[in-house]
């Protein structure tokens, strides 16, 4: 198993039309040859974004059936 490495935190704006605007951290996380990368996106707790996600999380579970 080789070693992994990272690269530095870069600030994203997801805004697409008509859609609300969420600030999110990318961290890139890659194998030693490069072969694999993983992409990690979070948002800086206490902030609007983050309770964006937090009520996307919960809207995500539910059930719109009747």
């Known amino acids: ?4 490495g990272s ?3 870069r600030r994203l704006q997801d805004h697409p039309p008509s859609r609300t605007r969420i ?8 194998t030693e040859n490069r072969a694999q ?7 800086r707790p206490g902030t609007e974004s983050h309770s964006k ?6 809207i995500g579970h539910q059930q719109l059936t009747p």
């Open 1 to 4: 198993m080789g070693t992994s």
């Open 37 to 43: 990368t993983l992409v990690v996106l979070t948002t």
């Open 23 to 30: 600030d999110v951290d990318a961290q890139l996380l890659y």
């Open 7 to 9: 690269r530095p935190l």
């Open 53 to 58: 996600l937090e009520l996307l999380s919960v």
